[in-house]
């Protein structure tokens, strides 16, 4: 599947008719596009992937909380750092671009714990 985005200002508009025609197909650019896992969104702020990282993650906490009187703290703990720490580690490194509101919501899931 071919997906296209234009990184762009939050300011800066792209033409309404803008598309690439290749091979009779007709592509048309997104807001957002997913690739190799990480949602990319045409202002590179990573906000909409650190949500979805963030859902996910409350999902994982909630299948673990009814677990966590039976289960071994190590056993917890080592539960969190693949399940959850795994997510949220992920591609880590492409957040420098992204607002403090948006990594601190990832913050509060790495140290809340």
């Known amino acids: 599947m071919t997906q296209l985005i234009v990184f762009k200002p939050v300011g800066r508009r792209i033409p309404d008719k803008f598309h690439f025609l290749l091979d009779n197909c007709t592509v048309t ?14 202002h590179f702020t990573f906000g909409p992937h650190i949500e979805n990282v963030v859902t996910k993650c409350h999902g994982f906490f909630r299948t673990l909380a009814p677990a966590t009187p039976y289960l071994p703290r190590q056993l917890l ?12 580690e992920y591609c880590s490194s492409l957040f ?3 607002a403090n509101t948006h990594l601190k919501k990832l913050d509060r899931l790495l140290f809340n714990v």
Do not use: E, M, N
């Open 29 to 42: 650019p997104q807001k957002t596009v997913k690739l190799l896992g990480v949602t990319f969104d045409q």
């Open 96 to 98: 420098t671009s992204a």
């Open 77 to 88: 703990k080592l539960s969190y750092a693949a399940i959850i720490r795994s997510h949220l």
